[in-house]
T-cell receptor
């Protein structure tokens, strides 16, 4: 089955800096890659996703890049703010038809004022 | 839409008791998922339904766990009897069909503590 590795497990940055979280996946058939943000005491919230027919997608301060050849994808957050502090999860989904998500272990991002 | 609704938000029970967690998915979504989250194991998929039918329950840890979806707007996850190792946060998520995977929307979770 699919295996998703996520790094780093924790990331500390100063407000205004950029943050990058990286994930690798094992199944070359994977074609959908969402990112979730989980704040303390809440459920994961979908913040951005990318499908295999594009290499990059942006939404204001966040962007995701995908390299299918290397089987890795990354989340980029620019101009970080304290409210960006949370746990971020990457995930991958395989195959045609419907398939379930395999999640990474998560990255705790701490943004210091 | 109010999003995915779960109840209760917190549950504390004694070992051996029956626990029932409830979920109302987003209207119009045809997939429903139950996940368990712990520090050690992260997010684990327990079971998922399509159009109220269980599709894959291979993630259900033991026969003590069961899930039902009697209609498109309601699902339950039951643990009987509960054990301390079942303590975790349980999430329900819903999605609509899209080839290769649809966006999943999570509820706020139920924090279960079994003493």
């Amino acid at each position: 089955g699919e295996n998703v590795e996520q790094h780093p497990s924790t990331l500390s940055v100063q407000e205004g800096d950029s943050a990058v979280i990286k994930c690798t996946y094992s199944d070359s058939a994977s074609n959908y890659f969402p990112w979730y943000k989980q704040e303390l005491g809440k459920g994961p919230q979908l913040i951005i996703d990318i499908r295999s027919n594009v290499g990059e997608k942006k939404d204001q301060r966040i962007a995701v890049t995908l390299n299918k050849t290397a089987k890795h994808f990354s989340l980029h957050i620019t101009e970080t703010q304290p409210e960006d502090s949370a746990v971020y999860f990457c995930a991958a989904s395989t195959g045609s038809g419907y398939s379930t998500l395999t999640f990474g272990k998560g990255t705790m991002l701490l943004v210091s004022p | 839409d109010a999003g995915v609704i779960q109840s209760p938000r917190h549950e504390v029970t004694e070992m051996g008791q029956e626990v029932t967690l409830r979920c109302k998915p987003i209207s119009g979504h045809d997939y429903l998922f139950w996940y368990r989250q712990t520090m050690m194991r992260g997010l684990e998929l327990l079971i998922y339904f399509n159009n109220n039918v269980p599709i894959d329950d291979s993630g259900m840890p033991e026969d003590r766990f069961s899930a039902k979806m009697p209609n498109a707007s309601f699902s339950t996850l039951k643990i009987q009897p509960s054990e301390p190792r079942d303590s975790a946060v349980y999430f329900c998520a819903s999605s609509f069909f899209r080839s290769g995977g649809g966006e999943q929307y999570f509820g706020p979770g139920t924090r279960l503590t079994v003493t």
